[in-house]
């Protein structure tokens, strides 16, 4: 308990330095605060421009689109601002980031997701959060409790599940050294299978996001049991809770697989 | 009465560090070769060191390049484990025990900055204070004594990457003794520094020692500051401990030479002596040779003097780099 409240403590200062820190560079924020929401609304013209030519996409109207669109982008904010540190794990091997963690008397896996906190990442989070109540207005969402609670259970899942892929192909550094490549491929995947309807793929290719690496829950599925449109998968229960159970069971992984990178680096060194 | 032995601050049995490392091939033909049938080579860095240290000592770890002493302060601070023998910090393994010893560890590495980058040094400084759960008023107090030897207010409110390399390493220093540790480990503190700084460095480490009866471990390549510092200390090569002793036995075993310098009166200096070698004599300057083991320099000056008159003189202790560099050249080819 007591441990709790100091690493719980510890945190709180950790998050508080990372701010002032982002505020040394107001200019670096505000160029991200204007090129990073052009981005994203550029994308949803897009959608909306397929839409308007080629009518409902798989059955999907352009407003709900808006609300799985702007859900997916959300997470993806909230992801950045919490889980930057894991796209750069290759490039703290080398430079022996790990040797100064490991000199401190804290755990090294909470040194390591306090490291930095990126809330210039919330410049990505902002226009998801414009879309996507939006589509939360244009397509009728109703603001039940339960329903609000289901959304916070699919954007911290969500979130989790980000945060847990990214954590997993970055801890492959403590082997091959290297993991900068990889992170540019999974931010283009999440791109295509978290903004737009999945149903759009191959039937394999959606078992492959729903089973394997199970990008689907991020917002397809939610978004899907919300509208009450018939993705073919069936699953018990709500389909929320499965994404947050599926976060964090995937979280859970991730710190499995870093603890054993970890244990890898205590053998080769960096 | 019985007498109380203290256990020593640090012990280490036989330690050993394998790095397993790929064999690679250069050029086309290689880079495929090595794609497939990479060969493993095994890098012995450590190899079967034992050694003790008690509290309140200071050691000087040296050896050439590659030698193993970074990877040795690594394993004893938990950062690499043993790949055989075991290492005991107050008794406990750094291995299973790692965040109980960093407590009560200081550490420095010359090459890699332990402080946070983007922070100033004082946000650094309460961060670790915050970290290590030391009280304001001790640390006021530590800050205070820091300073005095330091001069860390001078820099507490500059960010860190805009630190020099000297005040870096100072506040490098002062980050690694907030919570007044028991034990230091300092690899290559004085790395490309002014001798200035270099000075106030050695001077710290001294005054830390004496104050707060701190045990510090630390490797250089200037010899200097182990002159300067150490009590004791141990050689390495090529991962094994090659000789481990005060600096004073170092230079007695390997008895290199000394050199005496006599100006006469005269030019027409015949001299001879069964334990010196007269090198050369210019005008009325005579350069003599001799080991301190077989004669001492008043022996000899007394020995001239009874047969010149002598002008001035002067004595020229051997240059440790050069009995060191001795060392290390008899490792590698070792005596048949
Ligand atoms: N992570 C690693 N992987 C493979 N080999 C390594 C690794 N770290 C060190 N070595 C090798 O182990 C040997 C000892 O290295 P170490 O860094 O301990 O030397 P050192 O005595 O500190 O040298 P220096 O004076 O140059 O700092 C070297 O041959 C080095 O190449
Ligand atoms: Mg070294």
Redesign the pocket.
Known sequence: MKTLLRYFSLAKYFLKINIQCGLEYPSYLISWLISNPLQFFFGIITVKVIITNFHALEGWSFEQIAFLYGLGIISHGLSVVFFIQTWYIDYMITDGEFDRLMVRPLNVFFQFCFKDFNFVGITDMLPGLVIFIYGCIASGFSFTVINIIKILLVIIGATALRGAIYTISGSLAFWTKRSGILTSVYLTLFTYTTQYPVSIFPRLIQDLLTFILPLAFISYFPSSEFFGIDTGYRFMGSLSVWTFGVGIAFYLLSMTVFKIGLRRYES??? | MEQKTTPPVIKAVNLS?E???KKKESGIKGAVKNLFFAKNTV?K??DGISFEVQRGEIVG?I????????????MMCGI?NPSGGEVWINGLSPKKDRQVIVKDLGVVFG?RSQLYWDLRLGESFELLRRIYEVDKAKYDATMEDLDRILNINDIINTPVRQLSLGQRMRGDLAAAMLHSPALLFL??PTIGLDVEVKYSICKFIKEINKKYQTTVIL?T?DLDDVQALCDRIII?ND?KIVSDSSLEDIIDKTSPERQLIVDLYTDDIQLEHPRAEVVKIEGQRVTLKFRKTEISASELISYISKQYAIRDLSLVETDIDDVIRQIYKQQREPVV
């Open positions: 080769c060194g960096s | 560090k790095f397993i490392t890098k860095a450590v770890f050896g050439p390049n590659g030698a193993g002493k970074s990877t040795t302060i690594k690499l090459q690899d290559e490797t390549h390495i991962g």
